[in-house]
């Protein structure tokens, strides 16, 4: 009790002093009132307890000593006089001393990269699969099974995309890619003015061998919007100088209508390229300036037998070919078929080498031109070319011999209407396939590159093409959509009934079947030359046909 009253009376004396120094003063007449001393204690209290909290208050507002040292972060409320710098919460304190100026607040960092970033090289067995399938959707990537590699080619087609839709052309796919890919708002792929690039360039090739420009140069500007349009206008599409999937697939095709020399016209510059026709072995009838179907017919066997589009057409390309000293001779191979085939299979027939023609050179009928070849003292290739010609039909050929008899049909590769197949261990259905297999494979990890044919750059259709050049079998240039339509082979219906050897035709796609269910192709979505199983649901949904060469 005694130090509670010493207490209050410590705290009566300090204020009483506070009061003296304050220069206060009672009023005149102020009557002390009942109980003040009571109520003057406990003012004190309430004063001491002020003394104590807001200390205590100011601590625990700051964190502590401690805690404020261990966090160089804490919450600044709000700008004041004492603090006209207003910043954030969490913002970095500094200590500044004394009269010492304000630094000028640095820039804010740039914000770290979105969390979708898929870029070359990258594996993801989710997102890469769902990206490769919208850009084939879209025509940007041909089509393929999804894979989970970001490779090169992939990269190109997002970079096609982007340019396309206006964005940054990095080939990374980030949230803005992404979502815009992803979306009703992404347009298919197409090529119009203002575009650059190996894409634009393997156009421009196509349009000069047609006959609508002069020269290739990787930009797409307006004299190549030009020979679009004329294309177009000549082909009974929409004249919009822009190249769409059906421009594209048509400027590709046998069917593409030439700004070039063609049938009906009558000139001395048809005369002079008949007569080289004629002087190569392709043209059977006289020279005589006329371009008439005969004519049409040669220059389709030309560009065949020397690897070009057969459109017969005498465009610039195959001008250019047919007057050089490159241009090879007419001879009939395996992959040929027409009248002059079937008159050449009659006549082996006749001398017992073969048992029927049917106007397709398959294997059985390369089989046969060999034997007449040995038998008569020629090289043996099994191409029937001038020499073998002449030889053929001369009234002193020697006829097969009656050990050796006579291949069963013209081939395992006759037309829909004679689909008759040697047996399976025929040397010469062997040797083929064999061959056609090893020029395949020598080309593994070859680079994909759309519009590719080769020899180190293919596409799907390009690979297929080049490899059957290669291997003797004179076959022009098809895209997938062209092989999915075409009666020169022997169609296969089933899956169950491909063999190694056969090119097989998918959606938007060929490979070369390789046995035991695989194939050998160029990818788009590996982006290389590769073995793969044929096996998976995506290329059972997406079969058309096989089609048996040998």
């Not at 500094?94 to 090289?121: D, F, Q, Y």
């Not at 020499?387 to 009234?395: E, P, V, W």
């Not at 396939?433 to 090893?438: L, N």
């Amino acid at each position: 009790m005694r130090r509670k009253n010493t207490l209050y009376m410590g705290i009566g004396k300090w204020f009483e002093s506070i009061k003296r120094r304050s220069g206060f003063r009672r009023p005149d007449g102020f009557e002390k009132p009942k109980h003040a001393g009571i109520r003057l204690k406990a003012a004190a209290v309430l004063v001491l307890l002020a003394v104590i909290a807001v200390p205590v208050a100011v601590l625990a507002l700051s964190g502590g000593g401690k805690k404020q040292a261990d966090d160089p972060y804490r919450e600044v409320i709000s700008a004041s006089d004492e603090n006209p710098t207003y910043m954030s919460s969490k913002t970095n304190v500094v200590e500044l001393e004394v009269g010492a100026p304000a630094p000028s607040p640095s820039p804010s960092p740039l914000p770290s990269p979105t969390p979708l970033l898929i870029s070359k090289g990258t594996t993801d067995s989710e997102l890469v699969p769902r990206i490769q399938e919208r850009l084939m959707e879209l025509g940007y990537m041909d089509e393929d099974e999804p894979t989970d590699y970001y490779g090169p080619n992939t990269k190109l087609a997002v970079e096609l995309f982007q340019r396309k839709h206006g964005l940054e052309i990095d080939g990374y796919v980030g949230e803005q890619t992404y979502a815009l890919l992803m979306s009703d708002q992404a347009t298919k792929y197409t090529v119009s003015v203002g575009a650059k690039g190996t894409d634009v360039y393997e156009l421009q090739i196509r349009l000069r061998e047609l006959g609508y420009i002069d020269k290739a140069t990787e930009y797409f500007g307006t004299e190549t919007e030009a020979a679009v349009k004329k294309f177009q206008e000549r082909n009974g599409l929409s004249a919009d100088g822009t190249v769409g999937e059906m421009t594209r697939e048509l400027l590709y095709s046998e069917d593409a209508k030439a700004n070039a020399i063609s049938y009906g016209e009558k000139s001395d510059e048809v005369l002079n390229y008949q007569k080289k026709l004629s002087t190569l072995g392709y043209l059977t009838s006289e020279p005589d300036g006329n371009f008439g179907k005969d004519t049409v017919a040669a220059v389709k066997r030309f560009q065949m037998r020397n690897g070009l589009i057969a459109d017969g057409y005498l465009g610039p390309q195959t001008k250019q070919l047919l007057l050089s000293k490159d241009a090879e001779a007419n001879a009939l191979a395996i992959g040929m078929n027409g009248r002059d085939v079937e008159e050449v299979q009659e006549r082996l027939v006749e001398l017992r080498y073969l048992k029927k023609a049917t106007g397709y050179f398959g294997s059985d009928t390369d089989a046969a031109v060999r034997s007449f070849q040995s038998r008569n003292g020629l090289k043996a290739d099994g191409k029937v070319g001038k020499q073998t010609m002449s030889k053929l039909f001369d009234s002193g050929a020697k006829k097969a011999s009656s050990t050796s008899g006579s291949s069963g049909s013209s081939g395992s590769g006759s037309t829909p209407s004679d689909p008759g197949s040697p047996p399976a261990d025929s040397p010469a259905v062997t040797a083929g396939v064999e061959t056609f297999i090893a020029i395949a494979e020598s080309k593994l990890g070859s680079r994909y590159v759309r519009a590719g044919k080769g020899p180190n750059t293919f596409d799907c259709s390009g690979f297929v093409y080049w490899c059957l050049n290669q291997a003797g079998v004179k076959q022009g240039y098809m895209t997938s959509a062209s092989w999915q339509k075409t009666t020169k082979y022997r169609r296969i219906t089933s899956m169950s009934e491909i063999k190694r050897g056969d090119v097989i035709s998918y959606k938007g796609h060929v490979g070369i079947a390789l046995g035991d269910g695989k194939m050998i192709d160029a990818s788009s979505s590996q982006g290389k030359v590769r073995i793969t199983s044929i096996n998976s649901s995506y290329w059972q949904r997406n079969f058309v046909a096989a089609f048996r060469i040998f």
